[in-house]
C-alpha cells in the first residue's frame, strides 16, 4: 500500500515518480474533526488503531503518526477508516470526508455536526504510554494495564 519514506539518497527523479503515482502516503495524517467534536477521541482511538498509528489529540483535530519514524500512513486508508467509523454510528449521510495532502477534512453535507459533550470535557485520561485517550477512567485503568502484560 505504502511505498516507504523517502530514502535519504532519493533523486529528484525518484520522488517525482512516487508521488505522480498517486499515492497518498504522509509522515503524519492531521485529521480535522471542527464538525464532529463530539466523538473525535474515540475517532482518534478507532483510527490510531485501525492504521497501527499513534494518535495526538489537539483541539478541534487529531494528529496521527506511525509508531516507527520510517514508515508512512496512508491518507486513502484514513479516510476509509473514518468513513466506515461513521457508518457505525450512523452518521455518514451527513458528513463528507475529503483528503487533501496530509489532511482529512471531515465536512458537515447539511449542516448538522455532533458537538462536544461538555461533561466529557472535564475527565480526560489520557495514555502516558501509546496516547489512548477516554473520558473514562475505569476505561483508562483498564486499558493502562495492556503495557504491563
Ligand atoms: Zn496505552
Sequence with gaps: MCLGSIPNNFSGYAYILK???GKTCCQMLTIDCRDVEGIMH?????VAEHMGAVPAIKIREFVVSPFDDDDTLDSALATDVIRKYLESIGESRNFAILADGDRVNIHSINGK???QNTSSKLDMFSCPHCGFVTSYEVEYNAHKRIHYL
Design 19 to 21: 508521488y505522480a503515482s
Design 113 to 115: 455536526t455532533i458537538t
Design 42 to 46: 474515540e475517532l482518534a482511538v478507532h
